[in-house]
Structure formats: structure tokens, C-alpha cells
């Protein structure tokens, strides 16, 4: 259980930063988005996605539930989201933005994430970035850091299976992608 946290915590925690997972090279590289581009508009989504993550994985040892894990969660979402930014998707529809939210990361969680990027972020480069770093939560090929270290487990006598990582890999990655819709929503259609 410790490792698959840990590569969950580390899928999300790369799409942080342009040099925090390769997809998010390729994306910087085909759009010219610079490191401070990251960190201005993926940072803040990332620690509360982060936040939120400690919270589940965490919450008996806490003694708090769920409910008041995700309510934590929402309302850290509301009070980061109040700053206007300029618009991050000029030009396209919320209903476009979801889309490729959710296809992003179905996609990148049964394709590895960056041959994923790689081919898509011409078509939807603007809309995917990061997106595909929380995908890769999905099952045990949707990112390279997952297959590292399911070899790993097994080197060391501890085998974990494709379904025993995508059971916990799809609750994650709906968990993330529920926490991204709400903040992409605030941030750059309703506060913008």
C-alpha cells in the first residue's frame, strides 16, 4: 500500500512543475510555456490535490472522515480560486475544457502518459496540461513511475498486481480529477 501512495503522490506532485514529469516537457516545449507558467497555474491545483490525497489516505489515523477530508479540501479549492488570473482557455467552452479533462485522464490511465502528451498535445495543447499527470494514476501502465515501481515491489518479494493498483489507482485518479474540475471551473471560467 505504502509504495502505490507513493507513486500516486508522485504522479500528482509532477504535474506541478515543467521539469516535474515529461509530459509536461513535451507540452512546455510545443507551446513555450516557461517553468513560472507551471508553477502559476498548476502549482496551486497540485498542493490542494496533494492536500486532499494526505487527507483520504490518512483520515483514520487523523480521526477525521472523508466528507470533512473533501469539504477541507473544497474550501482551500474556493479560497485559492478567488484570484483572477487572465483566461488560461481563451477561446474555448467550459463544456470543451471537462471534455478533455476527463478524456485526458481515461486515456492516460490505460496509455502511459507521455507517448499520450506526445501525440495529443498538438490537438489539445492547451487544455491537457497536467491533466495527464493525474491520469497516470489509473492503472499500473498509465505512467513509467508506476511500472518502476511494481518491479520494484516484486524485486523485493512484494508483487503488486495490475488489479491491486488500478483498484486504488481509479479512486485516485476520480478523486483528482474531481478536485481539477471544480478548480479549473473557479480559476479560468468563474473568477476570470
Known amino acids: 500500500m505504502f509504495l502505490i501512495a507513493e507513486v500516486m503522490a508522485s504522479n500528482i506532485g509532477g504535474a506541478a512543475t515543467l521539469i516535474g514529469d515529461p509530459p509536461n516537457i513535451i507540452i512546455a516545449s510545443r507551446s513555450g510555456l516557461t517553468f513560472n507558467d507551471f508553477l502559476l497555474h498548476l502549482t496551486p491545483l497540485v498542493a490542494i490535490e496533494l492536500l486532499v490525497f494526505v487527507g483520504f489516505i490518512g483520515h483514520s489515523a487523523f480521526h477525521i472522515e472523508p466528507s470533512i477530508v473533501a469539504l477541507l479540501g473544497a474550501g482551500v479549492l474556493v479560497l485559492v480560486s478567488k484570484v483572477p ?10 463544456l470543451t475544457a471537462m471534455l478533455i479533462l476527463v478524456v485526458s485522464a481515461l486515456l492516460s490511465g490505460v496509455i502511459d502518459n507521455i507517448p499520450y502528451v506526445a501525440t495529443m498535445s498538438p490537438v489539445v ?3 491537457t ?6 491520469g ?7 505512467a513509467s513511475a508506476n511500472v518502476v515501481v ?4 516484486l524485486r523485493a518479494g512484494h508483487p503488486i498486481s495490475f488489479w491491486a493498483f488500478t483498484r486504488k489507482g481509479v479512486v ?3 478523486i483528482t480529477i ?3 474540475a471544480p478548480y479549473l471551473w ?6 476570470s
Not at 136 to 142: D, L, P, V
Open 85 to 94: 488570473t487572465l483566461p488560461f482557455f481563451a477561446g474555448h467552452t467550459l
Open 125 to 127: 495543447l492547451e487544455l
Open 129 to 134: 496540461k497536467g491533466v495527464a499527470d493525474f
Open 136 to 142: 497516470g494514476n489509473a492503472t499500473a501502465i498509465g
Open 150 to 153: 511494481i518491479g520494484l515491489a
Open 172 to 174: 485516485m485518479t476520480a
Open 178 to 180: 474531481l478536485v481539477a
Open 186 to 191: 473557479l480559476r479560468y471560467f468563474a473568477f
